[in-house]
């Protein structure tokens, strides 16, 4: 079974741009789950997508959102980039439903801010 | 406020020893804790799960432990390998908040380091 899959791996932008990126569950799982990871901060949860709808959602400025499509992928859309936002940007899958709750993370989407 | 603290930033281990990472957490609520492994430029791998129902999980050469009075739990890797070496994710859920139970908060990590 393949697992999640993140695009693109290493984006670079300015300050003020946006950025959209995408990432792929495992087959059969239907809750994404997004993560920023920096060095100063570890790993914060950003928000949950199941189904289409968004479950959950950290304590991220409206700037952050999200979507998901019928067939599960995500995409997660930074608006107004900031300094602040260069980080690795984590997506995990999981079936959505009962235990387990363990999600199962992508490589990953390094953003870098200029 | 962190809720979930790992007070070790790095640990050195030699190789064939026993490796313990500890995890503290603050909120009542979580009853579901996991452990990530983190190499660079890859993301967490899942390495082992306990419900609060539970003390005590195995899975080959990983045990968890949960002592949920002193709201702390921890990792033990034996044998130490050197291929364990890695950054350390303890992350925790509350299965009982719903919606939230896919919701997790991690601590900011314990580098590993097993010298051969």
Redesign the interface.
Known sequence: KAG?TQTPRYLIKTRGQQVTLSCSPISGHR?V?W?QQTPG?????LF?Y?SETQ??K?NFPGRFSGRQFSNSRSEMNVSTLELGDSALY?C?S?V?TG??????????TRLTVT | DQQVKQNSPSLSVQEGRISILNCDYTNSMFDYFLWYKKYPAEGPTFLISISSIKDKNEDGRFTVFLNKSAKHLSLHIVPSQPGDSAVYFCAASSAYSGAGSYQLTFGKGTKLSVIP
């Open positions: 999640v809750s789950s993560y901060q570890g790993l914060q949860f949950e199941f479950r959950n950290g984590l995990a999981n959505g235990v387990p709750y363990e999600q199962y993370f992508g490589p990953g």
